[in-house]
């Protein structure tokens, strides 16, 4: 994998990139709140060896991308995370990708789909947020008055690790890169995780005016769809794919035995034995 450093809606932004050659549509893969780049390197060499490039990005805020100043993360107008999408790949010269999101990065792949379905592809939706209401305690609770003050202090030692754990069903296929990427970027980037967070999520779980103004727009979006989950996911359970087939009707599902938030890491060879004969029919559909 190759880092890149770009600037992108101003902001100093770190990619990686995989390079299979230009004889396909390139993918581009975004993490979820409190990750970075390298949530997706289990799977990036076997993505490029179809012939895709592949670009992971740093969401600003997020593994050594830049912070935003004050933005509208979802919009639901002018919304800043999907624009960050488009920008970037205006930046790399890529025309039209398949989109893959992760969590939170889930829910901006299918805003960047909806507004701007003509650069989109596919996408795949690995354990989506946004689509359904519910969230884990834990992640509302970084909504509540003063925790962006909180978020500021001293970390207790071991908490990234901790916050890493609760993403997986067997926490011995955590890596040791893994583990130390989680202490490097995930308590530098804690400030980042509440605002983005808070700024989607309250109390009661997502916000439902953002929730309601996204899902409307769902008609925009007419392309191939994958939704990709494990089956023992603690941190969005199962029970969101109702709320997110009932949105894109045209998904197609595939579900990951033993498995929890991060199908890309924790089953590899399962995700991309799903994912990459659906980029296959994506791209034999258009070209029909």
Do not use: K
């Not at 770190?14 to 993490?31: A, F, K, Q, Y």
């Not at 989506?128 to 609770?141: E, K, N, S």
């Amino acid at each position: 994998m190759e880092p890149r450093t770009i600037t992108v809606e101003g902001l100093r932004t770190r990619v990686l990139v995989e390079d299979g050659g230009n004889g396909r549509e390139p993918i581009v893969l975004v993490h979820g709140v409190g990750g970075w780049a390298e949530n997706w390197r289990p799977v990036m060499p076997a993505l490029a060896s179809t012939g895709r490039q592949v670009i992971a990005l740093d969401l600003p805020g997020f593994g050594q991308s830049e912070a935003p100043r004050r933005v509208r993360y979802f919009g639901p107008e002018e919304a800043f995370y999907p624009r960050f999408v488009i920008a970037a790949m205006d930046v790399l010269g890529i025309e039209r990708a398949h989109i893959a999101g992760n969590s939170m990065g889930g829910a901006i792949a299918y805003m960047t789909a909806v507004t701007a379905p003509m650069r989109t592809r596919s996408i795949v939706l690995v354990a989506p947020g946004g689509l359904g209401r519910d969230v884990a305690f834990f992640l509302r609770a970084c909504s509540l008055p003063g925790f962006g003050l909180v978020a500021r202090l001293p970390r207790p030692r071991g908490a990234a690790r901790n916050v890493l754990r609760t993403c997986f069903y067997d926490a011995g296929r955590i890596t040791p890169e893994l583990y130390e990427e989680a202490e490097r970027y995930g308590n530098s980037s804690f400030p980042e995780f509440v605002r983005a967070l808070s700024a989607g999520v309250g109390i009661r779980g997502v916000r439902r005016s953002l929730r309601d103004a996204w899902v409307a727009r769902s008609a925009l979006y007419t392309g191939p769809a994958l939704v990709v989950w494990g089956r023992e996911d603690f941190v969005l359970p199962l029970r969101h794919l109702a709320d997110v087939h009932a949105t894109l009707r045209q998904a197609q599902v595939a579900l990951i035995d033993h498995c929890g938030h991060m199908p890309q890491a924790e089953r590899p060879d399962e995700f991309l034995a799903a994912t990459l004969p659906f980029l296959d029919r994506a791209e034999q559909a258009a070209a029909a």
